[in-house]
């Protein structure tokens, strides 16, 4: 269990941690019909993709598959103007309707590679948030002490600024800052790439720790190997649709999956 603070108790009362629940089975985000068109391209198709509580789901696929467009529309971005369609739920509520940054206070964070992180600002500062914590009531949110506990390196690394990070450590200060704004389900979009093989174990299995602090975690990896050691359920992405899903201790023999170890194997 990591430092997860219960909004309700607030930070000032360092001992309120929340307790270690795990997947209790209840669907937390769920996305039905979703799609996203280029002009007459179709860049993602998908019938249905659900994350329950405290459950890590690892998306998976080649270059272009759409892995990055899925995060992308369930988190309303949009890189130049497709035609998005679909709808996306996050504890039952309905936020298609709704631009990226209400989606974010309602917590759908996503993570895209290390762009989180303030590069003139020091680790420190990059982790203070203007105004202080502003979490709904009985979600929960992790505060800066507890970022410094899942990731001692950035305690060591707080007086550097953003830009003279490695890219491991901004990875990890992008994930620190979204943990600070509460998710209920947090999405990383390839947060392996570019990273010393040891730190991508590290940053991979800090999803497990906030798997079992009851967040939802959607990984978009292109290192299947890696992901696949640290997610529950895994979904193959071939262009823009899903072609395979399961629990990941039965994908792991999967001759399709083994096809996709191939088509990274020089990355790991
Ligand atoms: N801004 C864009 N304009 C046109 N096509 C795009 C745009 N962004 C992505 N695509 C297309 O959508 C498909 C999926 O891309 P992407 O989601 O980035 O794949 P992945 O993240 O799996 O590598 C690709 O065929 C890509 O060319
Ligand atoms: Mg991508």
Do not use: C
């Amino acid at each position: 269990m990591s430092g997860a603070r219960d909004a309700t108790a607030h930070g000032a009362a360092a001992g309120a941690r929340a307790g270690a629940t795990g997947s209790s089975g209840r669907t937390v985000l769920e996305a039905t019909g979703l799609s996203v068109a280029y002009g007459g391209n179709t860049a993602l198709a998908l019938e249905r993709l659900e994350v329950r509580e405290g459950e890590v789901v690892g998306v998976v696929g080649a270059n272009g598959a759409g892995k990055s467009t899925l995060v992308n529309a369930i988190a309303g971005w949009s890189r130049g103007t497709p035609r998005v369609a679909g709808a996306v739920r996050l504890d039952g509520r309905e936020l298609s309707s709704l631009p990226a940054h209400l989606r974010a206070r309602a917590g759908l964070l996503l993570v895209p590679e290390g762009k989180l992180v303030f590069g003139e600002m020091t680790v420190d500062e990059n982790l203070t948030l203007p105004g202080g914590v502003h979490v709904a009531p009985g979600r929960r949110y992790y505060d800066r002490e507890s970022v410094f506990e899942l990731f001692p390196r950035l305690r060591e690394r707080r007086g550097h600024l953003g830009a003279q990070l490695s890219g491991g450590e901004r990875q990890m200060l992008g994930i620190g800052r979204a943990l600070m704004l509460g998710p209920r389900v947090l999405m990383l979009d390839e947060p392996s790439i570019g990273l010393a093989p040891r730190l991508v174990s590290t940053v991979l299995r800090t999803m497990r720790t906030l798997a079992s602090d009851g967040l939802s975690v959607l990984l978009v990896e292109q290192n299947v190997r890696a992901a696949i050691e640290v997610v529950d359920r895994l979904v193959l992405l071939e262009r823009g649709r899903v072609v395979l899903e399961g629990p990941a201790a039965e994908m792991r023999d999967d001759p399709r999956i083994a096809q996709a170890y191939l088509g990274t194997g020089h990355e790991t």
